[in-house]
């Protein structure tokens, strides 16, 4: 069978990789070369499921689950299996338990153990939280590697192709069906990097705060991507002034170190999502429809690109992903 999925952020490449791996003839086309343009380009890359099921629909868990595995077996070597720590200043201290009364999974810590788990941040937090099943990897380093896996086993990326050719199409075009998918709508997030050589973590680390939540997430070599925000608009325009010192004042709270490191890079991306935030696998004639992965992109992409491709295939018949 030949198939033409559009798209190649998490969502296309993933589900290209399902379908190969089932024997399909698979074509990927993307009309901007390199993956800068996509929001998966800016995101985390955090396998969380038990933290996401904090704020989530408990789908976010039950299909989330496997996604550590899936990854490890498309790009052995790139997850890392360190778990995630959630921590909140003093004056936050009841944030930690609004946050663990919504989800599971988690170990309490003391200081003791804060600091035995990350040094840099010992005597800093008195608890925490430690989900120690999840994992994450570098997204920018996971899509260029799966695309090369991907070329590898005969994949052809194009950059524009003739639907027609083939016998059904996948569109994974994420944000672009923002207007033309209904109920489809854009949630801007934002990003930094910071590098600083005063600092090491080996594990996302969670700061709880009333109204800017921050995550810091370790790449290696002093840098660290922090996120993110959640802001109800499909805006891609640059960071705003007010994220810009939100992200830092927050990184700041977390470990002084912050306060000298370098900024390299803000991005944005616009995540689309439907009003339950919770992603689908529709099908209109020819063309199977991937999309509303919201903030959970890696999470996600593997049960989705399973499903998508079960359905590609003629294994189920479903126009959407049940709860």
Avoid at 201 to 229: E, K, N, Q
Avoid at 266 to 280: C, E, Q, Y
């Amino acid at each position: 069978m030949r198939v033409l999925v559009k798209g190649a952020g998490v969502a296309g490449l993933a589900v290209a990789r399902e379908l190969v791996a089932r024997g399909a003839d698979i074509t990927v086309a993307e009309p901007e070369p390199g993956f800068a343009a996509a929001a998966s380009w800016y995101a985390g890359g955090m396998l969380a499921p038990w933290c996401e099921r904090e704020s989530a629909d408990k789908t976010v868990l039950t299909r989330g689950r496997g996604a550590a595995d899936w990854w490890d077996r498309a790009l052995p070597g790139e997850v890392r299996r360190n778990g995630t720590l959630v921590v909140a200043l003093p004056r936050d201290a009841g944030e930690l338990k609004r946050f663990a009364s919504r989800t599971s999974g988690y170990e309490w810590l003391d200081a003791d153990g804060i600091g035995a788990l990350e040094p840099a941040l010992a005597g800093r937090f008195r608890q925490a939280l430690f989900f120690p099943g999840e994992a994450h990897l570098d997204p920018r380093r996971a899509l260029s590697l799966l695309s090369k896996k991907l070329a590898a086993r005969g994949v052809a990326f194009v950059r524009d192709e003739d639907d027609g050719r083939f016998d059904l199409l996948v569109d994974c075009t994420g944000a672009s069906k923002i207007g033309s998918l209904e109920g489809l709508r854009g949630v801007r997030g934002e990003m930094l990097y910071l590098e600083t050589e005063e600092l090491e973590l080996s594990r996302p680390v969670r700061l709880l705060h009333p109204r800017i939540p921050l995550y810091i997430v370790p790449r290696g070599d002093g840098l660290f991507m922090c996120g993110a925000t959640m802001i109800e608009r499909d805006d891609a325009g640059p960071i705003t002034a007010r994220s810009l010192m939100e992200f830092l004042n927050a990184a700041y709270a977390l470990h002084p170190a912050f306060g000298e490191a370098r900024v390299l890079e803000s991005g944005t991306g616009v995540r689309p999502a439907f009003p339950d935030n919770l992603p689908r696998v529709l099908r209109a004639g020819k063309t199977i429809i991937v999309n509303g992965l919201y903030r959970h992109g890696f999470l996600l992409s593997p049960a989705l690109a399973s499903e998508a491709a079960g359905l590609v295939l003629g294994e189920q018949d479903r126009r959407e992903i049940s709860r």
